[in-house]
């Protein structure tokens, strides 16, 4: 599974933000979408969800990405 390591960095607003998502597997057969986020240089929030099956995961963690995409946020 691929991790998407996402910044968005504002000199004028002093914005310096990261966004991690990743699919992993859970320890009960499922898969989770990991997002992790925050401050750069500081510990994040994370939040796991859960589904069913990996491609479901993929396409959850696909879509997080596009929406943070939009927001401003790139690799």
Do not use: H
């Not at 968005?8 to 933000?17: L, P, S, V, W």
């Not at 990991?34 to 099956?53: A, K, N, Q």
């Amino acid at each position: 599974m691929t991790a998407y390591y996402l910044t968005r960095i504002g000199a004028d607003e002093n914005m310096a933000r990261f966004y991690k998502i990743d699919v992993q597997p859970t320890l009960f057969g499922e898969w989770a979408v990991i997002r992790d986020w925050g401050r750069i240089g500081r510990g994040g929030t994370v939040c796991s969800t859960p589904c069913g099956t990996a491609s479901e995961a993929e396409a959850a963690r696909d879509r997080q990405w596009r929406i943070k995409e939009a927001r401003g946020y790139a690799k």
